[in-house]
């Protein structure tokens, strides 16, 4: 089955610079890839979302770049903020298979 | 809307003891999903249900846990002969739709602790 690959486990940047996390998959037929966002003491949100007929999706400070070939994928936080720190997953899903396979998590501590 | 409803929130079993989870995902959500979460292996998938249909369970340890999920808001999680091991957050999420798009609305979790 399906597994994904992310890393670092453990992120630190300085308020204001970017964070980029990096996830990578097995399987080409996964077609679907969420990124997740848990805060302390909260369950996981969807924060973007890229499928495989995109390269590139950005929502506001949030950047998700694809590379099939590779079989890559990466979220950038651009002019991180304090309230950007928390576990991030990343995940890949693949058509006709409901289920999500994560990332094991990348924690990430923004500084000021 | 209430989201998707865990109990218990905590619990605390000895081991060798059973221990049971419950779920109540969004009204309306075709697909029912339990993962389990540790700080060592992140969000493990366990099982997904869609119409109350077991779909897949290839996640779950077979010997001891069992899932089912009698009707459209209600599912069920049983570790039985739990370990410390199985020390653990049980997240349950829903979606809705077919396919395999869309956003995973997760509960609050249960966190397990075996003793």
Same mark, same amino acid.
């Given at each position: 089955?399906?597994?994904?690959?992310?890393?670092?486990?453990?992120? %630190?940047?300085?308020? =204001?610079?970017?964070?980029?996390?990096?996830?990578? @998959?097995?399987?080409? !037929?996964?077609? @679907?890839?969420?990124? @997740? +966002?848990?805060?302390?003491?909260?369950?996981?949100?969807?924060?973007?979302?890229? %499928?495989?007929?995109?390269?590139? +999706?950005?929502?506001?400070?949030?950047?998700?770049?694809?590379?099939?070939? !590779?079989?890559?994928?990466?979220?950038?936080?651009?002019?991180?903020?304090? =309230?950007?720190?928390?576990?991030?997953?990343?995940?890949?899903?693949?058509?006709?298979? @409901?289920?999500?396979?994560? =990332?094991?998590?990348?924690?990430?501590?923004?500084?000021? | 809307?209430?989201?998707?409803?865990?109990?218990?929130? /905590?619990?605390?079993?000895?081991?060798?003891?059973?221990?049971?989870?419950?779920?109540?995902?969004?009204?309306? /959500?075709?697909?029912?999903?339990?993962?389990?979460?540790?700080?060592?292996?992140?969000?493990?998938?366990?099982?997904?249900?869609?119409?109350?249909?077991?779909?897949?369970? *290839?996640?779950?340890? #077979?010997?001891?846990? *069992?899932?089912?999920?009698?009707?459209?808001? /209600?599912?069920?999680? #049983?570790?039985?002969?739990?370990?410390?091991?199985? *020390?653990?957050?049980?997240?349950?999420?829903?979606?809705?739709?077919?396919?395999?798009? &869309?956003?995973?609305?997760?509960?609050? &979790?249960? #966190?397990?602790?075996?003793?």
């Amino acid at each position: 089955g399906e597994q994904v690959e992310q890393l670092p486990s453990i992120l %630190r940047v300085q308020e =204001g610079s970017s964070a980029s996390i990096n996830c990578s @998959y097995e399987d080409s !037929a996964s077609n @679907y890839f969420p990124w @997740y +966002k848990q805060e302390p003491g909260e369950n996981p949100k969807l924060i973007i979302d890229i %499928r495989s007929n995109m390269e590139r +999706k950005q929502i506001q400070e949030l950047i998700v770049l694809l590379d099939k070939k !590779a079989k890559r994928f990466s979220l950038h936080i651009t002019d991180t903020q304090p =309230g950007d720190s928390a576990m991030y997953f990343c995940a890949a899903s693949e058509e006709g298979n @409901y289920k999500y396979v994560f =990332g094991a998590g990348t924690r990430l501590k923004v500084i000021a | 809307n209430a989201g998707v409803i865990q109990t218990p929130r /905590h619990k605390v079993t000895g081991k060798g003891q059973e221990a049971t989870l419950w779920c109540e995902p969004i009204s309306g /959500h075709s697909a029912v999903f339990w993962y389990r979460q540790t700080i060592v292996q992140g969000l493990e998938f366990l099982t997904y249900f869609r119409n109350q249909a077991p779909i897949d369970d *290839s996640g779950m340890p #077979k010997e001891r846990f *069992s899932a089912q999920m009698p009707n459209q808001s /209600h599912s069920t999680l #049983k570790i039985q002969s739990t370990q410390p091991q199985d *020390s653990a957050v049980y997240l349950c999420a829903s979606r809705q739709g077919w396919g395999n798009t &869309g956003q995973l609305y997760f509960g609050e &979790g249960s #966190k397990l602790t075996v003793l």
